[in-house]
């Protein structure tokens, strides 16, 4: 069942689930299909959050993960500036997609806090599907060209070519954006990178997440940022596909799909 819209004026217990009530799992799942973002407490350790990770997903390995699986999100002091580390300082985070320069980024994200910053650090999320309707209605040219193939180049030297809205053969629509330093445009969508990032920006969630509380996200569907902190914060964070099934992407508003000549190239 589709859920109405609303306001998000407390955006956390709107999306809560109880990992403990009966049929956990089996609502997790259908609100990862209908709404992509679900909120979990509960999660006061890591073994709890891994514990959690692989009843839900298949945990991927990242490079900045432990061997359990799991990346520890702090700020270490020796990642300021290094483009694709601004999780590990403590300045603001550009909304993105994680994993955005590999092939086949996680379907699944899962972050949990273990220690919340003394100010700042809320966590801002940012529905994709906000974004692509915003841009397909007010920015006439912005969506169509957002969604050329191949027009975003994403990471590193080994990083991949891509675009930002990728139209699938059933019409669902998938997200993948960065905005630091790591992403190449093609001059066909360098001019609407502006309005990329004002759309991403303007449609954000702020999620305070005290400890022990966390947020599970379709990497495909919402962008995910962070603002500036001072204090020790600290976040666990799962990586991962789901072990149950997911359409691809978001639903399209109707009059905003565009032909799927515009290809299913990641």
Known sequence: MRRAPQPYTDAFAYHRI??????????????LRDVGLVTLDGLTSRNAVLAVANRIMNVVPHRDSESDGLTTIRDTRRHTHRAGFAGFGNGDLDPHTERSGTPDPP???????????????????TDGQAVHTGLFTS??????????????????????????????????????LRLDGLARWSPIVQPYVP????????????????????????????????????????????LGHPRFAMPRGFEAV????????????G
């Open 18 to 31: 109880d990992l403990a009530a009966p049929g956990a799992e089996t609502m997790l799942a259908a609100q």
């Open 107 to 125: 379907r699944l994200m899962l972050l949990v806090c273990g220690q919340a910053a003394v100010a700042g650090g809320e966590s801002l999320l």
């Open 139 to 176: 920015e006439r040219e912005a969506g169509p060209a957002l969604a050329q193939p191949r027009t975003a180049f994403f990471g590193a030297g080994d990083g991949h070519a891509t675009q930002v809205f990728t139209v699938h053969a059933d019409q669902r629509v998938s997200v993948r």
């Open 195 to 238: 309005q990329l990032r004002a759309a991403a920006v303007r449609h954000q969630i702020p999620l305070p997440l005290a400890p022990g509380q966390g947020y599970l996200i379709d990497n495909e569907r919402w962008l995910h940022g962070r603002r500036a902190f001072t204090g020790s914060r600290l976040c666990w964070r799962a």
């Open 254 to 265: 109707l009059e905003t799909v565009v032909p799927p000549m515009l290809s299913e190239a």
